[in-house]
T-cell receptor, first 116, second 113 residues
């Protein structure tokens, strides 16, 4: 089973709203990732969590706030977003995040976010 | 700047032909290489992974890696219309001690019946 589950599949929010994206995996993976993907562009890394600790923040604006409550769950809290933040948000997980390991990242189906 | 380069395409091939997708990368320290397939509006799906020089075959797919030339390719034999998608090359780079994926911009493949 290589399933990463993301909810919701679609989200429409206003610029003053607060919402959260959820990602869950039960593969025992200890690294989880958030990516942002705009149309016709490759995924761009936002955050990396390793063993429930934030390891990498790719200079993401503070209106995006990640959270890793446990090893299976990853959230992305959204607040005061801008229309340009509309994109497909992808969660991925891998066995761990060590440099030399043959890590394979498995992606969830994504949440398509529209900011009005 | 660590980069992964792909021809954006579209690469058009007739059904039953061999599709050849290419990717170059800039970081000689790269350890792992992946090909993901992404249908429009969907998430990336892993097709192949390769870690050492040479060829790796899985069904109709063959990945080829040449670390000296910093080149990785994907061959799709007996291409089917269902193979029409964007193929993303991803390279596992070390970043502050953590492995992260850097993606190429993707090559769109169109297989005509």
């Amino acid at each position: 089973d290589t399933e990463v589950t993301q909810t919701p599949k679609h989200l429409v929010m206003g610029m003053t709203n607060k919402k959260s994206l959820k990602c869950e995996q039960h593969m025992g993976h200890r690294a989880m990732y958030w990516y942002k993907q705009k149309a016709k562009k490759p995924p761009e890394l936002m955050f990396v969590y390793s063993y429930e600790k934030l390891s990498i923040n790719e200079s993401v604006p503070s209106r995006f706030s990640p959270e890793c409550p446990n090893s299976s769950l990853l959230n992305l809290h959204l607040h005061a977003l801008q229309p340009e933040d509309s994109a497909l948000y992808l969660c991925a997980s891998s066995q761990d995040s060590s440099t030399l390991a043959k890590n394979i990242q498995y992606f969830g189906a994504g949440t398509r976010l529209s900011v009005l | 700047q660590k980069e992964v380069e792909q021809n954006s395409g579209p690469l058009s091939v007739p059904e039953g032909a061999i599709a050849s997708l290419n990717c170059t990368y800039s970081d000689r320290g790269s350890q792992s290489f992946f090909w993901y397939r992404q249908y429009s509006g969907k998430s990336p799906e892993l097709i192949m992974s390769i870690y050492s020089n040479g060829d790796k075959e899985d069904g109709r797919f063959t990945a080829q890696l040449n670390k000296a030339s910093q080149y990785v390719s994907l061959l799709i034999r007996d291409s089917q219309p269902s193979d029409s998608a964007t193929y993303l090359c991803a390279v596992n780079l070390g970043y502050s001690g953590y492995s992260t994926l850097t993606f190429g911009k993707g090559t769109m493949l169109l297989v005509s019946p």
